[in-house]
């Protein structure tokens, strides 16, 4: 309990202890070039917590084409991207257990939990840092995760990318309003 008392007090003098500058859709670039095709970028917004509206990340949604309805995106077999950069640092722990919440959110029936591309993704990721950015990559096979520009891994799990995708687009999306964005609308 003292732990969990802490770690919102930081929380809460990381959130007061300065402005972060928020990147606008602009500040992505227009294309994002993968295996010789350049995507376009849909959309680009923040992922904001909380009542106070904490600013965690930027993030931008490359596709081939635009596409504002987010079954089309989530159901397409076309290569999708979406680029983040953070603009707060979590721990591991706390990274790997908001992954773990919107997967399990985003995954109703008939959807089937696919375990061991869960596990594989939570090995990939790690400690999310003020600054640094990080890149997802959905193919037909499965998904690429960068740091930075630099592979962490892959995970051949079609259902799992999918899921991950989900936590953007899904039913449950981290924000409603980041959603919005990232389909080409108004936050």
């Not at 402005?19 to 500040?27: D, E, H, K, M, N």
């Not at 995507?39 to 106070?52: E, H, I, K, P, Q």
């Not at 931008?60 to 999708?80: F, I, M, S």
């Amino acid at each position: 309990m003292r732990l969990q008392i802490i770690r919102c007090v930081l929380a809460l003098a990381t959130c007061f202890g300065g402005a972060t500058p928020v990147l606008s859709a602009q500040q992505f670039p227009d294309t994002y070039a993968l295996d010789g095709q350049a995507l376009l970028r849909n959309g680009a917004g923040v992922r904001t917590y909380g009542v106070f509206n904490i600013q965690v990340y930027n993030a931008a949604l490359y596709l081939p084409a635009r596409e504002p309805r987010a079954q089309a995106v989530l159901e397409a077999d076309t290569p999708k991207v979406v680029q983040m950069h953070f603009l707060r640092s979590a721990s591991q722990e706390d990274t790997r257990a908001a992954w773990q919440h919107y997967l399990e959110a985003n995954c109703r029936a008939p959807c089937v939990w696919p375990e061991a591309g869960v596990r594989q993704f939570s090995a990939l990721l790690p400690a999310t840092v003020q600054g640094e950015s990080q890149t997802f990559v959905f193919r037909e096979s499965g998904l690429e995760v960068l740091r930075n520009g630099q592979t962490l891994g892959r995970v051949a799990d079609r259902h799992l990318a999918r899921l991950v995708l989900a936590t953007w687009l899904g039913d449950v999306p981290t924000t409603p309003a980041l959603k919005r964005a990232l389909l080409g609308g108004t936050p």
